[in-house]
């Protein structure tokens, strides 16, 4: 399944936030969008499910497969976001509810998107934890989030984005409220599920180290605008448009190298 | 040469109701000479920000030294302090500031601090790369990479003889990260004061540092010369950290993994507190706890 963003236009308030943006994703690929903090790229990720901010006007077109998402109704939206589509947020200590306990919030879009009863919806939980590499995932079920620490909460957020088998997956700077001992297993993580279930990533990051781990291609933003894409090697090695290479030179090590 | 900062085997431990005592900093021993850069770098949760503040004053000792210029530094009361020659930039400039009061103002403080009746705030704000006219607006008029040029300016305003840096470009933007750590280093060396820079960011420090430490649940494990540490790390953990940075070399290779998490602070393992994480753990580090430096590993025991 691909997903293809194209023309993308956002404006809230009368400022244009998005000015076109074009981005495909597909399936089994992860792509990495880079740019500088307010270049736009955590609101393409937001435009994409539809949880863009109120009085925004949105113009283009994402289209998921056949669908097109933007001029869908709230009703079949809903079923897109969260089971066809999910997200990963910056930071766990913040996305994950704090008084409802891992299994609750595992389960409970499970049990409205695929319908399932409450033991199936456990069984499958319990497996997806072990997936996503928590140790004792059975105990671990009934547990709080504050029972765990920062990378183990994001492997539990993305165990949750994962829990209804969606076909794409946005993670916005997943690993970026992380230590590096840490952000290393959250990456490789990542990178094992796209490989193993086939899932189109949009990886939206600020650090071009974590970009060029995991990215199979890489699109850089500045001001609402995609100004270079293309694979990885060709656009981290020999960058054609100015604004990367003058994000590649910015970097503590660039004058080292 | 004399050294400038001298903590000698610092405890500093965490009491609240209820709970077990934390010892976050465990008997660290680390040195700044004047116009040196160190770097301090371990996880979170490792004690790095604890034991800044305890050089501060801001947290209580409970068993070690801390000396400065050869004084105590004693902890930091409600009365005129005198002991001004250390200065800190926090890691938040958002809530660093004063958002009701001009900048120019909140560098004033600074420079009253240090009866520094000759140089003008605006005169500060050019050293940090700022317009002068900014000295009279407020802060939410700045971006963050602005606000913590202010907040070294206002560090700068008090002429310390140590500038502490606790995190103080992880609240930035990456593109402003580099600037802002390699102007903290410029402005400390020119003025001939010592700079302790505490980052989990290793790049950065690599860039600035002329020495660093590493510190593992609240002990300093590996301490040498940037260069050295970087091109021959000795101590496992140091190792493991820094194979952990992901190369922006476009090759696509996967960053290695440090299995486990670090261990509460409240009970940590015995013997070496990087046992149960290492990959070249031997029997006896599981018993007995490496107490001496500069790598503080069982395999790099001093002859």
Same mark, same amino acid.
């Given at each position: 399944?691909?997903?293809?963003?194209?023309?993308?236009?956002?404006?809230?308030?009368?400022?244009?936030?998005?000015?076109?943006?074009?981005?495909?994703?597909?399936?089994?690929?992860?792509?990495?969008?880079?740019?500088?903090?307010?270049?736009?790229?955590?609101?393409?990720?937001?435009?994409?499910?539809?949880?863009?901010?109120?009085?925004?006007?949105?113009?283009?077109?994402?289209?998921?497969?056949?669908?097109?998402?933007?001029?869908?109704?709230?009703?079949?939206?809903?079923?897109?976001?969260?089971?066809?589509?999910?997200?990963?947020?910056?930071?766990?200590?913040?996305?994950?509810?704090?008084?409802?306990?891992?299994?609750?919030?595992?389960?409970?879009?499970?049990?409205?998107?695929?319908?399932?009863?409450?033991?199936?919806?456990?069984?499958?939980?319990?497996?997806?934890?072990g997936?996503?590499?928590?140790?004792?995932?059975?105990?671990?079920?009934?547990?709080?989030p504050?029972?765990?620490?920062?990378?183990?909460?994001?492997?539990i957020?993305?165990?949750?984005?994962?829990?209804?088998?969606?076909?794409?997956?946005?993670?916005?700077?997943?690993t970026?409220?992380?230590?590096?001992?840490?952000?290393?297993?959250?990456?490789?993580?990542?990178?094992?599920?796209?490989?193993?279930?086939?899932?189109?990533?949009?990886?939206v990051?600020?650090?071009?180290?974590?970009m060029?781990?995991?990215?199979?291609?890489?699109?850089?933003?500045?001001?609402?605008?995609?100004?270079?894409?293309?694979?990885?090697?060709?656009?981290?090695?020999?960058?054609?448009?100015?604004?990367?290479?003058?994000?590649?030179?910015?970097?503590?090590?660039?004058?080292?190298? | 040469?004399?050294?400038?900062?001298?903590?000698?085997?610092?405890?500093?431990?965490?009491?609240?109701?209820?709970?077990?005592?934390?010892?976050?900093?465990?008997?660290?021993?680390?040195?700044?000479?004047?116009?040196?850069?160190?770097?301090?770098?371990?996880?979170?949760?490792?004690?790095?920000?604890?034991?800044?503040?305890?050089?501060?004053?801001?947290?209580?000792?409970?068993?070690?030294?801390?000396?400065?210029?050869?004084?105590?530094?004693?902890?930091?009361?409600?009365?005129?302090?005198?002991?001004?020659?250390?200065?800190?930039?926090?890691?938040?400039?958002?809530?660093?500031?004063?958002?009701?009061?001009?900048?120019?103002?909140?560098?004033?403080?600074?420079?009253?601090?240090?009866?520094?009746?000759?140089?003008?705030?605006?005169?500060?704000?050019?050293?940090?790369? =700022? *317009?002068? !006219?900014?000295? #009279?607006?407020? &802060?939410?008029?700045? %971006?963050?990479?602005?606000?913590? @040029?202010?907040?070294?300016?206002?560090?700068?305003?008090?002429?310390?003889?140590?500038?502490?840096?606790?995190?103080?470009?992880?609240?930035?933007?990456?593109?402003?990260q580099?600037?802002?750590?390699?102007?903290?280093?410029?402005?400390?060396?020119?003025?001939?004061?010592?700079?302790?820079?505490?980052?989990?960011?290793?790049?950065?420090?690599?860039?600035i540092?002329?020495?660093?430490?590493?510190?593992?649940?609240?002990?300093?494990?590996?301490?040498?010369?940037?260069?050295?540490?970087?091109a021959?790390?000795?101590?496992?953990?140091?190792?493991?950290?820094?194979?952990?940075?992901?190369?922006?070399?476009?090759?696509?290779? =996967? *960053?290695? !993994?440090?299995? #486990?998490?670090? &261990?509460?602070?409240? %009970?940590?393992?015995?013997?070496? @507190?990087?046992?149960?994480?290492c990959?070249?753990?031997?029997?006896?580090?599981?018993?007995?706890?490496?107490?001496?430096g500069?790598?503080?590993?069982?395999?790099?025991?001093?002859?």
């Amino acid at each position: 399944m691909t997903l293809d963003i194209t023309g993308l236009r956002v404006s809230i308030g009368g400022k244009e936030i998005l000015r076109g943006v074009d981005l495909r994703l597909q399936a089994g690929r992860v792509h990495g969008l880079a740019g500088e903090s307010g270049s736009g790229k955590t609101m393409t990720g937001l435009a994409t499910l539809g949880l863009l901010p109120h009085g925004a006007r949105t113009t283009g077109s994402i289209r998921l497969g056949e669908r097109e998402l933007l001029t869908l109704p709230p009703k079949e939206l809903n079923q897109v976001r969260g089971g066809r589509i999910a997200m990963v947020f910056q930071d766990p200590a913040t996305s994950l509810h704090p008084m409802l306990t891992i299994g609750t919030q595992l389960t409970e879009h499970m049990r409205h998107h695929l319908r399932l009863g409450k033991a199936e919806a456990k069984a499958r939980a319990v497996e997806l934890l072990g997936k996503v590499r928590i140790p004792g995932p059975e105990e671990a079920y009934g547990r709080f989030p504050h029972q765990f620490s920062g990378g183990m909460r994001q492997r539990i957020a993305i165990a949750i984005a994962l829990a209804c088998s969606p076909e794409v997956l946005i993670a916005d700077e997943p690993t970026t409220a992380l230590d590096v001992t840490v952000q290393a297993g959250v990456l490789r993580l990542l990178r094992g599920l796209c490989d193993e279930l086939g899932l189109a990533v949009l990886l939206v990051t600020h650090d071009l180290g974590v970009m060029s781990a995991v990215a199979d291609e890489v699109s850089v933003m500045k001001d609402g605008l995609v100004v270079e894409s293309g694979p990885r090697g060709r656009v981290l090695r020999e960058p054609e448009h100015p604004y990367t290479r003058a994000l590649l030179d910015s970097l503590p090590d660039a004058e080292l190298r | 040469m004399t050294s400038l900062l001298t903590i000698d085997d610092l405890v500093v431990e965490h009491r609240s109701p209820g709970r077990p005592v934390v010892r976050a900093v465990a008997g660290a021993s680390l040195t700044v000479r004047p116009g040196e850069v160190v770097g301090l770098v371990g996880e979170s949760g490792c004690g790095k920000s604890t034991l800044a503040r305890a050089v501060c004053g801001l947290n209580p000792v409970t068993a070690g030294s801390i000396d400065f210029d050869g004084q105590p530094v004693t902890p930091l009361g409600l009365r005129r302090r005198k002991l001004t020659g250390i200065q800190m930039v926090f890691q938040d400039p958002y809530a660093s500031l004063n958002p009701r009061r001009r900048v120019g103002d909140q560098i004033a403080d600074g420079l009253r601090t240090a009866r520094d009746t000759a140089t003008s705030p605006a005169d500060l704000l050019e050293r940090v790369g =700022l *317009p002068r !006219e900014f000295a #009279g607006r407020h &802060p939410h008029e700045f %971006s963050g990479g602005q606000r913590q @040029r202010i907040a070294i300016a206002r560090a700068l305003a008090a002429r310390p003889r140590l500038l502490i840096g606790d995190e103080p470009i992880s609240a930035l933007d990456a593109s402003a990260q580099a600037q802002v750590a390699r102007l903290m280093r410029d402005l400390a060396v020119e003025s001939g004061a010592g700079l302790l820079f505490i980052s989990h960011d290793l790049s950065v420090v690599r860039l600035i540092a002329d020495r660093i430490a590493v510190m593992y649940l609240g002990k300093i494990v590996e301490v040498g010369d940037t260069a050295e540490v970087w091109a021959n790390p000795r101590h496992p953990y140091t190792r493991a950290l820094l194979a952990a940075i992901p190369q922006p070399d476009g090759l696509g290779v =996967l *960053p290695e !993994e440090l299995p #486990g998490d670090v &261990p509460d602070p409240a %009970s940590p393992p015995s013997g070496c @507190r990087f046992n149960p994480r290492c990959p070249l753990v031997m029997d006896v580090c599981r018993d007995k706890e490496p107490d001496f430096g500069p790598v503080a590993c069982w395999l790099h025991e001093p002859k």
